[in-house]
């Protein structure tokens, strides 16, 4: 572990002797500094040994942000990255949190259904006033699949019904009642997309079933009682490119994407126009809700709500480069029918 730290260091000297590219940051993190992060992100440690070890990572990871942030600067990355509430984490740990996920043999998926013409730029932010709140999904739970799917039930509802601003729809109640063994492993939104459509369950706001993200597993099946949304279909998009993903979103269609979250860049993505580099495995879901392009760099990108709280990203939102190289429409999914 002393030993890659020393990497990490001579990496950044390295760096500052080549670009003569001076650091704000010092190498070691002051006291003041990581009293400050553990006030800001509420972090409590179950020992001096795991507060360590949470240091040593904060340290390194902020080393790196500043290296890649100087890149941001200069215009050689069109993203960048920083401080969040996983920066105490190791990038093994934080790929340990997404586990590929596994999907069930057979879907009750409907056809898609037609549409009219494709507007050249949609954000519903902007053009329908429709604002949903940003969801923390936390670290004890591979529960994105449970958030991405009641976020665009809720997003669906509100755009079929025109009816801002909106409640929040638990993604506790699809982990206790639809996630079964694997609600925190490698679960997926079809699941609860069955759960709601096949089943004929319906799924409540937080305000009667609260989310609770820091449980590792589920809790019972709680019976609820007040408002409720019902979801009598989906569809699935089987594409090889994006041409569908764009024709459904554009239509007022929130579709939920499986993305690779197994990047120190995603993991620390704070703006700007993200491009997925080479990375290893694991499975994430979050909601695509618009596209547009970028004014800085003329990039089309994607607009898509995550479910890592607004100190992540820009306020908890994500952009994406959109081209016809870099496909993130693999196993996207989305409800129709939302009463």
Not at 69 to 81: D, F, G, I, M, P
Not at 138 to 151: D, F, M
Not at 300 to 324: A, P
Request: proline share 5%.
């Amino acid at each position: 572990m002393l030993y890659s730290f020393g990497v990490v260091v001579f990496i950044q000297i390295v760096f500052i002797l080549i670009n003569n590219t001076p650091f704000a940051t010092s190498t070691l993190v002051t006291d003041s500094e990581w009293l400050q992060y553990k006030v800001q992100y509420n972090k409590m440690y179950s020992s001096v040994t795991a507060e360590n070890l949470a240091r040593y990572n904060f340290n390194n990871n902020k080393i790196l942000i500043d290296i890649h942030n100087v890149k941001y600067a200069t215009k050689s990355v069109t993203y960048k990255l920083g401080v969040n509430q996983f920066t105490d984490m190791s990038l093994v740990d934080f790929k340990s949190l997404f586990p590929v996920a596994v999907y069930p043999t057979f879907s009750y998926d409907v056809a898609p259904q037609a549409v009219n013409s494709t507007p050249m730029y949609f954000n519903p932010i902007k053009e329908l006033g429709i604002i949903s709140m940003i969801e923390d999904q936390g670290t004890a739970c591979n529960s994105g699949w449970a958030y991405a799917a009641a976020k665009s039930i809720e997003l669906g509802y509100a755009y079929q019904n025109g009816t801002p601003p909106l409640v929040s729809l638990s993604a506790q109640n699809l982990i206790d009642c639809a996630g079964r063994s694997t609600t925190c492993k490698t679960q997926v939104p079809q699941t609860a997309f069955d759960f709601l459509s096949i089943y004929g369950q319906s799924l409540h706001t937080i305000i009667n079933y609260p989310n609770r993200n820091t449980q590792s597993e589920q809790g019972m099946c709680l019976q609820s009682y007040g408002p409720y949304t019902r979801l009598y279909s989906y569809v699935r998009l089987n594409n090889t490119d994006d041409s569908d993903l764009l024709k459904y979103v554009g239509n007022s269609y929130p579709v939920v994407i499986e993305f690779n979250p197994a990047s120190f860049e995603f993991m620390h993505y704070a703006e700007g126009v993200f491009k997925q580099p080479s990375t290893g495995k694991g499975s994430h879901f979050m909601v695509v809700i618009g596209y547009e392009s970028d004014p800085t760099t003329g990039l089309n990108t994607w607009l898509i709500q995550n479910s890592f709280n607004t100190s992540w990203g820009e306020n908890g939102y994500f952009r994406i480069v959109r081209n016809q190289v870099d496909i993130i429409s693999k196993s996207a999914i989305y409800p129709i029918i939302v009463l």
